[in-house]
């Protein structure tokens, strides 16, 4: 019944809906208090409200905005506070008393001044929000004066309207003991910190502490571009969950020959991009993006198919390129949008099939296999468990945009893969690692997928008490204890390089600050796999785990693993390249023979049903190689699929963006002399 409740209300925790409910009484409560009148409950329903109110605020509920929309939103909420006080005063009899005029004068001069607060706030805000947001490029022509203190920025609306406790606490102790010396001093009090609150955001709103026009802006963004002549860049647009398609080409970029830019279209997307020393340019506006000179760029890549594209596909003096954010069977693999570029590059010779088979316009000679370079990480199998019992690595794709059965394991076949593992006669390891956008659409997925999260964390506390490990656990309680104590050393350091040494910045004084910095970079880039490695051994190699979040990368989880179930989604490309046995599930019950003519990903794998009752094909082929049957079958999939080990994918990479960057040189300088213009550098 609660657990119904819960999701009926849109809301996280029993404590989450608890609160709700005390809001939603206390008010009726107050009121009936004021008109009793009772002193006591209408302080004990009062605080009851600032209370659940303020719990609901750190929670970030969905029910605070929802409140909002039916009028009864945070300012109107203190409001019938404050009046219910005056209401309370009055039938006390008070109405004729100094203290009454004293509270009614003090409550609308502090509502008068949360005016000029809340417009001196969103002036900041305005006035210091850039046209766009930089990372790594030199904006030194334009002043920007440094940020407020978040102290006064963060949640600036609720921490003005709580400056009416000292008045309420005021008040009601003035009443309970008849002292109106006491109910001065709290309105005072109140009024004084609201005038040192706008006090201290006064110099913040003077010009020099404000951004410069966006003119300006957008001139010195414009003189960049001029001197840095860009010659290759990576695009992309989307929401900030998606992140994580920009993220896994950096590395690559910043290894590429020429001067390498990246592209956003989004302001959300920056926070999350990983570490990098390549230069960031973001520009949400389309019209900012047309009237920008990117003149000296040869080839754009593109990470996604999205609408945005098109901002960028107009431009002619550049080849356009998909590269996209993995390699699999999916339909997303062989979109008809892609026809758009002047190539689609692939990872080897399955994507070239893939789009002949699927003929939707794309042309075999305007695909180019070019690897994954970003599959360097990834070990290779060594041909038995890494512990001594195997792991083994769920990793489903999410729902997708429809319902078809076969985009995730999760709906169907999820629970009953996740069971067998964990109740498999020969005692494994899992680790459960969802797609980011798991539940994003389907609250079915979403449901299934907290469901399995129990179900997970149950049997790791059930394992955290067998004797069967207890003597493993007293022999590792030392490292883990050294990897627990190094992890919060690299977390404390990394968040010191993140920040630069600060915590309190806005967009524009991290666009201002933030420049390439290659020791940095490589410090960060070290403390990352650190971190990785410690996580690792700060828990046993038999406790099961729930892995969500960017911080664990999923390369990691293929080199913990030994095994791995997933679905048809690029996750299954890029663990081929660990050479290591997987299982792939057939969600709509194509049946095998069919499951692998649709599917090149999968010609090597264990082939599950909805029922996973195949997962012991996979485990014996783990722990035993005389039944691992598929071995050979994968390392032909996996050149097949990603191509040759040699040269490497970077080298593949790098020489296909020169060669293409020459064909859209060699356009530029024809087209320059059929106008009869001068030819440029």
Not at 106 to 129: E, N
């Amino acid at each position: 019944m609660i657990s119904k409740a819960i999701r009926l209300a849109r809301v996280g925790s029993g404590s989450e809906l608890a609160a709700a409910l005390l809001v939603a009484v206390g008010f009726p409560c107050i009121m009936l208090a004021a008109i009793i009148p009772n002193l006591w409950f209408f302080a004990a329903a009062t605080a009851t409200t600032y209370l659940a109110d303020r719990y609901l605020h750190h929670c970030g509920s969905y029910l605070i905005n929802r409140l909002a929309a039916v009028r009864a939103g945070l300012s109107i909420r203190f409001l019938v506070r404050q009046l219910l006080l005056i209401l309370l005063l009055s039938r006390m009899g008070y109405g004729e008393q100094t203290l009454f005029y004293v509270t009614v004068a003090c409550l609308l001069a502090f509502y008068g001044l949360q005016a000029p607060q809340s417009a001196m706030v969103t002036l900041i805000r305005l006035r210091r929000k850039l046209p766009v947001v930089t990372r790594n490029i030199d904006l030194g022509s334009v002043r920007i004066g440094d940020a407020p203190p978040q102290g006064l920025m963060n949640r600036p609306a609720e921490k003005m309207l709580h400056l009416d406790v000292f008045s309420m606490v005021g008040v009601l102790v003035a009443v309970e003991t008849g002292e109106s010396a006491i109910a001065y001093a709290g309105l005072g009090l109140t009024l004084v910190l609201a005038v040192g609150y706008l006090a201290a955001l006064l110099p913040y709103v003077r010009p020099s502490r404000l951004v410069p026009p966006e003119t300006k802006v957008l001139k010195a963004v414009g003189d960049w571009l001029a001197e840095y002549r860009p010659t290759v860049m990576l695009y992309f647009s989307g929401s900030k969950d998606s992140a994580y398609q920009v993220n896994m080409w950096l590395e690559t970029m910043a290894q590429l020959g020429g001067r390498p830019l990246i592209f956003l279209r989004e302001r959300n997307i920056v926070p999350q991009l990983a570490t990098t020393s390549v230069p960031v340019l973001c520009v949400p506006g389309g019209v900012h993006l047309m009237n920008l000179d990117l003149s000296s760029v040869r080839v754009a890549f593109y990470a996604a198919n999205v609408g945005k594209n098109i901002h960028l596909l107009r431009v002619p003096t550049m080849k356009h390129v998909f590269i996209g954010h993995g390699d699999s069977d999916k339909l997303a693999s062989v979109n008809p949008y892609s026809k758009v570029y002047d190539e689609v590059w692939t990872a080897g010779r399955a994507g070239r099939d893939r789009y002949a088979l699927a003929d939707v316009g794309v042309r075999d000679e305007d695909i180019v296999e070019v690897g994954r370079p970003q599959l360097a990480t990834i070990q290779p199998w060594s041909g038995a468990p890494k512990n001594p019992i195997p792991t083994v690595l769920y990793a489903p794709t999410w729902e997708g945009w429809d319902d078809n059965p076969g985009n995730t394991s999760l709906l169907l076949a999820g629970e009953n893969i996740v069971k067998r593992l964990l109740d498999s006669e020969k005692p494994i390891r899992l680790l459960y690692k969802p797609h980011p956008f798991t539940g994003t659409r389907s609250a079915k997925a979403k449901a299934v997928h907290l469901r399995i999260t129990a179900m997970i964390e149950q049997a790791a506390a059930q394992r955290a008490t067998d004797p069967r490990w207890a003597k493993e656990s007293a022999a590792l309680q030392g490292e883990q204890a050294e990897a627990r104590a190094e992890l919060a050393r690299i977390e404390a350091r990394l968040a010191e390089l993140s920040s630069g040494g600060r915590t309190a910045r806005d967009e524009a004084e991290l666009s201002r600050d933030s420049l390439a910095d290659p020791a940095r970079e490589a410090e960060t880039a070290r403390l990352k796999d650190e971190w990785n490695a410690a996580s690792w051994r700060a828990q046993g190699w038999w406790e099961h785990r729930v892995i969500t979040g960017s911080e664990m990368r999923l390369y990691d989880c293929f080199n913990e693993s030994d095994a791995m179930v997933s679905d048809i989604s690029s996750v299954v490309s890029d663990f081929i390249a660990s050479g290591k046995p997987y299982a792939v599930t057939d969600s709509a019950a194509l049946g095998e023979e069919e499951f692998c003519r649709q599917n090149t990903a999968v010609r090597a794998a264990v082939i599950l049903s909805n029922s996973a009752t195949e997962l012991d094909a996979l485990l014996d082929a783990v722990t035993d190689p005389a039944a691992d049957t598929l071995a050979q079958a994968r390392r032909e999939l996996k050149q097949y699929l990603l191509g040759p080990d040699e040269p490497t994918s970077l080298m593949q990479f790098d020489a296909a963006v020169k060669a293409l960057a020459a064909k859209s040189e060699a356009r530029n300088v024809g087209v320059a002399k059929s106008l009869g213009e001068p030819v440029g550098g």
